[in-house]
């Protein structure tokens, strides 16, 4: 079966870390792209960093860049974002996003989500 599952959320104080850590099932994220989402109560979903296989290409959101970094461990079929100097803007939901392209911007694949809290 196929299954995207995302952990590592939790609660931090502001200039914290994080690591979240996605894992795949029934495919390989070696051969897709896998990009990190998130979405804040009353705002629309907001692209956080694209890791794109061919070439090991990575894309941030501009509001992370420098902040955030985004890693493949392809033994462990699993894909981390560092997330660094954290801010209270950071608390979202955060979703992994992989698999074969859909018909919008969007891959097929999503997980249930991990939920970031930046609060002192």
């Known amino acids: 079966q196929v299954q995207v599952v995302e952990s590592g959320g939790g609660l931090v104080q502001p200039g914290g870390s994080l690591r979240l850590s996605c894992a795949a099932s029934?495919?390989?994220?070696?051969?897709?792209?896998i990009s990190w989402y998130r979405q804040a109560p009353g705002k629309e979903r907001e692209l956080v960093a694209a890791?794109?296989?061919?070439?090991?290409?990575?894309n941030y959101g501009d509001s992370v860049k420098g902040r955030f970094t985004i890693y493949r461990d392809n033994p462990k079929n699993t894909v981390y974002l560092q997330m660094n100097s954290l801010k209270p803007e950071d608390t979202a939901v955060y979703y992994c996003?992989?698999?074969?392209?859909?018909?919008?911007?969007?891959?097929?694949?999503w997980g249930q989500g991990t939920q970031v809290t930046v609060s002192s």
């Open positions: 996003n992989s698999g074969p392209r859909g018909q919008d911007t969007f891959r097929r694949y």
């Open positions: 029934g495919f390989s994220f070696s051969t897709y792209g």
């Open positions: 890791f794109i296989s061919i070439g090991s290409r990575t």
